[in-house]
Structure formats: C-alpha cells, structure tokens
C-alpha cells in the first residue's frame, strides 16, 4: 500500500516543543520533496514547510521559521518537522505531502502524490 502517515501530534503547552514525523510506505521518498501542511478549524490549508529531496535546501512559513526545523532521512524513508516554542495559534491539524517535484520551488500549489491522514497538533495551557 502506498501511503504516508504522521505521527508525533499531541497536546502541549505553549513553549512547548514537538517533533512531528512521516513514514512513507510503498514508495520511496528519494525524489521527492516533502512538505508539511496544517489546517486549522474554519481557516484554510497553509503550507508550514519544505524540504527537497537531498535535504539541501528548505522551506519554511514566516509564522514558524526560527522555531522549526524539517529534516529527512530518505535510508528511513522519513521526513521529520521539529517544532519549538509552540504558540496556541499553531494549533491545527499537520498533513506531510509527496510533492510531485525535486525541489520545494512552488511546492503550496504543485501536485501532491501522496498525502498522509494527519496529526492534530494542541497547543493549549
């Protein structure tokens, strides 16, 4: 079956930290770059971060860059998404996507190959 899941989600406190992780299975990662996603209830899907296939270069949102580090381990076949001082507004529902690219170039609007069911991520005192 080809397929990503996620796990690491949970509920934390604010300045907490998590590491979020996506395993894919049936495939391999090597060529693609792999973003994180999140959305929140009543707001729309934004892209959090990316990472292109040799890990050499990343991308990340303005609300979470300086806080967040992605990595990947294509041996594993997993994308990691550390995520540091979390703030409540971070609060959301995390997807990992297989981008149909190399590069994170445009990766919010390219076409995503495989997506993985989500982690919910609780950022709550």
């Known amino acids: 079956q080809l397929q990503l899941v996620e796990s690491g989600g949970g509920l934390v406190q604010p300045g907490g930290s998590l590491r979020l992780i996506c395993v894919a299975s049936?495939?391999?990662?090597?060529?693609?770059?792999i973003g994180w996603f999140r959305q929140a209830p009543g707001k729309a899907r934004e892209g959090v971060s990316c990472i292109d296939g040799n890990g050499d270069s990343t991308y990340y949102l303005d609300s979470v860059k300086g806080r967040s580090t992605t990595s990947r381990d294509n041996a594993k076949n997993t994308v990691y998404l550390r995520m540091n001082s979390l703030k409540p507004e971070d609060t959301a529902s995390y997807y990992c996507?297989?981008?149909?690219?190399?590069?994170?170039?445009?990766?919010?609007?390219?076409?995503?190959?495989?997506w993985g069911q989500g982690t919910q991520v609780t950022v709550s005192s």
């Open positions: 049936g495939f391999t990662l090597d060529y693609y770059a």
């Open positions: 996507a297989a981008i149909r690219n190399y590069y994170c170039s445009g990766f919010v609007a390219e076409r995503k190959d495989y």
